[in-house]
């Protein structure tokens, strides 16, 4: 079965890159055809996509953060790793990551259970 599983910090201080890790079990990020995503959900809002990276390593990101995003792998860990830079309060929220098959907007079919991150100075 896969899994996925989000780690980072549960609060940052405006200005700071938050860094969040999601460890992958049951599957390879390298499997053909197969799109890993970053998703965000503020408290009582919608989801909002973040970003992802493709099995051949390919990104993908939302424009409105591409400026500040980055996302990036570690093939030997079956990790991905989404940064983003100069956080505000705005950016508070529970952060997913989530697999997909067959294109970065596809169905997610596995999502990690989430983790809240708050942003307070």
């Known amino acids: 079965q896969v899994r996925l599983q989000e780690s980072g910090p549960g609060l940052m201080k405006p200005s700071q890159t938050l860094s969040l890790t999601c460890t992958v079990s049951?599957?390879?990020?390298?499997?053909?055809?197969?799109?890993w995503s970053w998703i965000r959900q503020p408290a009582g809002e919608g989801l909002e996509w973040i970003g992802g990276?493709?099995?051949?390593?390919?990104?993908f990101y939302n424009p409105s953060l591409k400026n500040r995003t980055s996302i990036f792998r570690d093939t030997t860990k079956n990790q991905f790793t989404l940064h983003l830079s100069s956080v505000s309060p705005e950016d508070t929220a529970v952060y997913y990551c989530?697999?997909?098959?067959?294109?970065?907007?596809?169905?997610?079919?596995?999502w990690g259970q989430g983790t809240q991150v708050a942003v307070s100075s």
């Open positions: 989530a697999r997909a098959r067959g294109g970065i907007g596809f169905e997610y079919d596995y």
């Open positions: 990276i493709g099995y051949s390593g390919s990104t």
């Open positions: 049951g599957d390879s990020i390298t499997k053909n055809y197969y799109y």
